[in-house]
């Protein structure tokens, strides 16, 4: 669609009074409450990095490992 008229469409909706639904439905749809319980979930502990190993390249891989693994276990979570 042209810019304007996306612009015009806005306008008449505006004088007509009618409100965008789309973020007024967002949390209906995930709830912010559901996204903390999944990232609440999968959030690693603090002592679970405390045995790091000298090798740079190693610790890189083992972090990266982690983070896919945390966010997939998230994205299960999440509704």
């Not at 999968?42 to 000298?54: R, S």
């Amino acid at each position: 669609m042209k810019r304007e008229a996306v612009q015009e469409e806005r306008q008449r909706n505006k004088e007509k009074g009618e409100v965008d639904n789309d973020n007024v439905n967002a949390n209906a749809d995930m709830p912010v409450e559901k996204v903390l319980e999944a990232e609440l979930a999968v959030e690693p502990k603090t002592d679970t990095y405390i045995d790091a190993q000298k090798d740079a390249v190693t610790n890189i891989c083992q972090a990266a490992d982690k983070q896919l693994f945390t966010i997939g276990e998230w994205a299960k979570r999440i509704p």
